[in-house]
């Protein structure tokens, strides 16, 4: 997916695509995505003799350069099968580029090999330059898909809001036993910022990392044992040791700011100028900054939120080369610091090599309470990939992530061609790596899901584990949840499990094993509100498992009976409420019901499908909205409408009230007359 938040890598790409195109390749190597793909364990799987043979993936993108030398072909003999031009009349040729990266990284197969790189690709063009994307043209690709009966969707592309007819149509495509894996989006750093498809609770949903390569930096800051968010800047090159050092305010940078001794310094300056149409680049503000003795320079924000600065563009100097780090941080982080140097305030700072690192453009989550996006990470950053005439490229964003794992979910289906989408799913999610950031400390669910792709483990695993995540909703009323986890071995027995946990000291965790089900149960220490997280680890033949664990503690709970799918739904909280809307989603096809609760009356409402149904309450006190979440199974009804139970009315009541109003119209039409 393109953004303007890529403009970071876009730069850097383009250097890296020049340099690429004017090296001639030895026809004698074959390149295979020489940095993300051996990272994420690809080596295994091609060492067994797995390549992708026998599997068609759909790319539902801007369409694939088929006359592409590593993608050659457009027809039944070539490597693009077939596929349908949705945008206008003529093959689905890209004009773009996009979809001609998406597929190589896929199944490119000549001096570039995809991860899969014997896969067949269809190709459905739905945009013209990957921006101006119809939800329509989405849609009709998938059902298209359907019909064509392919293995693997990847979705590349998408909404950056909630589609439900988009959710739909992939919940179809799974139904029928395609795997559909897509980009979270490139709208981060900000929280829920995932949308159609990505959003789709059943799809695989994949966020971006940084890559295996010397550009995948990281900084921290530290100053009195607190830690800030900073960025390398383009150009910034990593530390061999951290630096220490007074921090002094450098007002905006230029030369003029610096009269006094920054000698061993840190120097705090202001993004921009204080004067009209006055251009202070960040290569001015470095160099500014080394010339006056300054170790490193922090540039904070000249508007709300972090940004992503170059030292290196096309305005800079021709001889002009970074000497020392420049960071970049949001403008509260460095008003705050800003204040602080009233007093003297030493700060520490480091730039290194973290492959890991989930990239600041990746779109997060939450996206539901009752289940996590993105579901995990791959290297999304500086990919070596195909490009349209022929090419070749470096290019950066979560649709590039994206592929590797549709690449991988082929070598496995190759390998077990009749495991299901969800045990795919399962397998690539369970056995991912979790990722830290520049702290060591692990991402946030919301962030990074359950890791990074790990693709040699994915073809160890022997295990299937469902569901591949663990979310527990308690309350002040309901203090213990225990949720199940099926294993199923995909060959011979499930043998040993050994079972570990790792969370937050107030969590409290345990479980029972019965057979090929696993009881987990979850508990707080305290009794407090609020978000816990914390992983569940499974070690079985060699190979770790990891499955997410998330608890939602509220003071609101509610109270829900069933009969014959009629819900009646009781709303308890501590204080004075007024109303609460609740919405009930199953859980397989995503459809919702919506009801209403006031403190003298329960809510009902009649369901037609049996299924597992998530609950979700928003209740109104004191001006204020709080949550409760529960989950129930319906297993009792026929799908018969019951109209008494939907209007809440005894039946008997109901007939003489139908009975009046029909009188009434009959007087009426009378007197009418």
Avoid at 394 to 407: E, R
Avoid at 617 to 643: L, M, P, R
Wanted: net charge negative.
């Amino acid at each position: 997916m393109n953004s303007v938040r890529l403009l970071f890598f876009i730069i850097i790409s383009g250097i890296f695509g020049i340099i690429l195109a004017l090296s001639p390749l030895d026809d004698s190597a074959t390149l295979y995505l020489e940095k993300s793909a051996p990272y994420i364990g690809i080596d295994a799987a091609r060492e067994l003799g797995f390549d992708g043979e026998g599997i068609t993936i759909a790319v539902i993108d801007t369409g694939i350069d088929f006359n592409h030398p590593d993608l050659l072909g457009f027809g039944p003999d070539g490597k693009i099968t077939g596929g349908k031009n949705f945008v206008q009349d003529g093959p689905p040729i890209d004009t773009n580029g996009h979809g001609t990266q998406v597929a190589g990284i896929i199944a490119a197969d000549g001096q570039i090999r995809g991860i899969a790189p014997k896969a067949k690709v269809v190709a459905y063009k739905v945009s013209d330059d990957g921006e101006s994307v119809s939800s329509e043209l989405i849609i009709k690709a998938i059902e298209q898909a359907i019909v064509d009966k392919v293995d693997i969707i990847n979705i590349s592309l998408g909404v950056n809001k909630t589609n439900s007819r988009i959710d739909a149509a992939v919940n179809q495509a799974i139904e029928n036993g395609i795997i559909v894996v897509t980009a979270a989006g490139n709208d981060g750093p900000a929280l829920g910022s995932i949308g159609s498809p990505g959003i789709n609770a059943n799809s695989i949903t994949v966020g971006a990392t940084y890559n295996n390569i010397t550009s995948s930096l990281v900084a921290t800051l530290e100053i009195n044992e607190k830690q800030y968010q900073v960025l390398p800047m383009v150009g910034t090159q990593k530390l061999s040791s951290p630096i220490e050092g007074e921090i002094l305010f450098g007002e905006y940078g230029r030369e003029r700011d610096l009269t006094g001794n920054f000698d061993g310094s840190i120097m705090l300056v202001q993004r921009g100028s204080d004067v009209k149409d006055e251009l202070v680049y960040f290569s001015e503000k470095e160099s500014n900054a080394a010339d006056a003795g300054a170790r490193a320079v922090l540039i904070y924000n000249n508007e709300q939120g972090i940004y992503l600065g170059e030292l290196l563009h096309e305005f800079s100097d021709p001889d002009y080369y970074p000497r020392i780090p420049a960071l970049s941080m949001s403008r509260e982080d460095g008003l705050e610091i800003q204040k602080m140097l009233e007093n003297k305030t030493v700060g520490k700072l480091h730039v290194f090599y973290n492959p890991d690192f989930v990239a600041y453009f990746s779109s997060r989550g939450p996206v539901s309470p009752f289940y996590n996006k993105p579901d995990m990470v791959a290297p999304g950053a500086f990919v070596n990939t195909t490009l349209s005439g022929g090419g070749y490229n470096f290019t950066s964003g979560t649709s590039f992530a994206a592929p590797h794992v549709t690449g991988a979910a082929a070598l496995l289906l190759q390998k077990n061609p009749e495991l299901s989408p969800l045990e795919i799913k399962s397998i690539l999610v369970s056995t991912s790596d979790a990722v830290s950031d520049a702290y060591g400390n692990e991402f946030p669910m919301d962030i990074s899901g359950s890791g990074r792709l790990n693709v040699t483990k994915a073809f160890d695993a022997n295990l299937i584990i469902l569901p591949p995540y663990l979310n527990y909703y308690i309350s002040s009323q309901d203090k213990l949840k225990t949720e199940s986890l099926v294993v199923r071995p995909i060959n011979g027995e499930i043998g040993d499990l050994k079972i570990r946990y790792e969370s937050p000291d107030i969590l409290a965790i345990n479980h029972t094993q019965i057979g090929n089900e696993i009881l987990v149960s979850a508990s707080l220490n305290e009794d407090v509100a609020g978000e816990y997280q914390g992983r569940l680890y499974i070690d079985n033949n060699e190979v770790t498992y990891n499955i997410p664990i998330i608890l939602k503690s509220t003071i609101s709970s509610l109270d829900i009976s069933e009969e014959k799918g009629l819900l009646q739904i009781g709303v308890n909280h501590p204080k004075e409420w007024i109303f609460a809307k609740i919405t009930i989603t199953n859980q397989e096809t995503g459809k919702e019901y919506t009801t209403s609760s006031t403190p003298n009356s329960d809510a009902q409402v009649q369901i037609f499908e049996n299924g597992d149904y998530w609950v979700d309450a928003k209740i109104t006190s004191d001006g204020q909205t709080f949550d409760a979440y529960e989950k129930v199974s319906i297993h009792s009804t026929n799908g018969d409408v019951d109209v008494f139970g939907i209007i809440g009315i005894p039946e008997r009541t109901l007939m003489l009230l139908v009975l009046i109003i029909g009188l009434l119209g009959l007087v009426g039409m009378r007197i009418r007359r």
